[in-house]
């Protein structure tokens, strides 16, 4: 755990935000929730959406050696066996006799962390994927599973992206989608789901040049999450034991957040090796490997993924920004978002309700919204409509007062700065982009 105090305050304060400006809701929440599931509310969907997009941008469209998959989460249990998951994709668990709560054995000690008792049963694997049926008969031969990794549709469709799209080794393949596991101790808000996102990418190297892209991997995602604003010292890389490895893995190192309750991975890269590809071929018979026509030979490429959980970034990047200060001696919160994550970029605040302002007022939101993703608030106080923007992250409030019907221009406020400065209507886009390029 973690060497730093944990600070259930700020983990307190992020859930009660997230809940109360309609980030994130308890799934089924009128039916008493159900089992750690959530839905992403008004702003939680734009914000997640922004997580994903981010991550899309600087792994797929700023690069010409990656390119997208969406591939089906039902899938064969063919898929499953051959990838290992069915034999070992697995946690131990335990039950405490004594109060019935059920155990991660390995992260515990040897008491139960609910009521102390050391009346444990003996741990046994629990298989972590959903299995269903596909089809009106349910019997063995109709058995389909929820995938629990986005990463197996990259294998299996290998050959028919490297044949689409002539592409050669150094190449990746990503992909960003949900992916489900039975956890047995599913937790800490959105850190640990039973249903949940991941961004993941398969990147096919020449087995030679696995070490290099492992660096080189590690250090871009990495820098990922810095350049969107975790700072420093909440995150660091940890590289794994070999004890430690999963069943496909060369070398893993995971990218860890300083949470509330202590250090947990965000991401974790590893060196696959060409474990999937030469399982896959094996169990289907089909040839999957590349055909290295300079050098006149066949091989099966090395595999290095970074694979990274899109709800749990969103929860990390939502804990590093949420802050508080003082503004004219009134506390505020604040979520100091980068302004690509923020659910809005921009909120129009026409000062008051009358009816006189609202023309103009729309026209500044009808200006803005090709750009940007906006609110419109007209309800409250302004001081209160800038405080209600602060805590949800708007880097730039727009407002339109009387002055506007005479003079054309607005004030444009800056959430970090508080910073008000008057700007034309005429260049109020050009003002916004401008900060954008700054910020
Ligand atoms: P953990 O050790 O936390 O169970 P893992 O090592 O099994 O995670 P991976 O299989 O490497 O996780 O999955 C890649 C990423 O997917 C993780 O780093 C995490 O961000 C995300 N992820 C995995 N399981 C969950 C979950 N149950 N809920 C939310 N995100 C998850």
Redesign the pocket.
């Known amino acids: 755990m973690s060497d730093q105090a944990p600070n259930e305050s700020l983990f307190d304060d992020v859930v009660n935000l997230a809940k109360r400006r309609g980030f994130v809701f308890p799934s089924a929440e009128i039916y008493g929730g159900f089992r750690s599931t959530y839905d992403y509310g008004p702003l939680g969907v734009l914000m997640l959406r922004n997580v994903k997009n981010a991550w899309w941008r600087s792994m797929v469209q700023l690069r010409d050696d990656v390119v997208g998959l969406d591939a089906a989460i039902l899938s064969p249990p063919a898929i499953w066996a051959a990838s290992g998951h069915l034999e070992t994709f697995t946690d131990p668990m335990v039950d405490c006799r004594n109060c019935k709560e059920r155990l991660r054995a390995d992260q515990i000690g040897d008491t139960c962390p609910n009521c102390g008792s050391s009346d444990l049963t003996e741990a046994r694997d629990f298989q972590l994927m959903f299995k269903t049926h596909a089809g009106p008969i349910e019997n063995e031969g109709s058995v389909a599973y929820l995938r629990?990794?986005t990463a197996q549709g990259m294998f299996t469709n290998f050959m028919n992206v490297a044949t689409t799209t002539r592409k050669k080794p150094p190449f990746g393949i990503a992909q960003v989608g949900k992916?489900f596991?039975n956890?047995i101790t599913?937790g800490n808000f959105?850190?640990?789901?039973?249903e949940?996102?991941?961004m993941?990418m398969e990147y096919f190297v020449p087995p030679a040049e696995a070490p290099k892209w492992f660096d080189y991997w590690v250090e871009q995602r990495y820098g990922w999450y810095r350049e969107y604003g975790i700072p420093e010292e909440l995150i660091k890389l940890r590289p794994h034991d070999e004890d430690e490895l999963?069943h496909y893995s060369a070398g893993?190192t995971?990218?860890e957040f300083l949470f509330p309750w202590g250090w947990?991975?965000?991401?974790?890269v590893?060196n696959r090796t060409d474990y999937d590809l030469k399982a896959h071929a094996a169990a289907s018979g089909e040839r999957l490997e590349f055909f290295d026509q300079a050098a006149n030979e066949r091989y099966v490429p090395y595999v290095i993924e970074p694979?990274?959980?899109?709800?749990?970034?969103m929860m990390a990047f939502l804990l590093a920004a949420y802050d508080t200060d003082e503004i004219g001696g009134e506390k505020r919160d604040v979520l100091r978002l980068d302004w690509r994550l923020a659910p809005n970029q921009v909120a129009v605040l026409p000062l008051s309700k009358k009816e006189e302002l609202e023309p103009t007022a729309r026209e500044v939101l009808g200006l803005l919204q090709p750009h940007f993703q906006c609110d419109y608030d007209v309800t409250q106080s302004i001081g209160k409509r800038y405080r209600r923007q602060d805590e949800v992250g708007t880097p730039w409030c727009v407002t339109v007062d009387f002055d506007t019907l005479e003079d054309r221009a607005v004030t444009v406020r800056d959430r970090d700065t508080t910073e008000q400065v008057r700007v034309p209507i005429e260049s109020l886009v050009a003002e916004i982009i401008s900060r954008t390029a700054k910020a």
């Open positions: 629990p990794e992916s596991r956890e599913p959105v850190f640990r789901t039973r949940f996102e991941q993941e999963s893993t995971d990218i947990g991975e965000l991401e974790g590893a694979a990274a959980g899109a709800t749990r970034a």
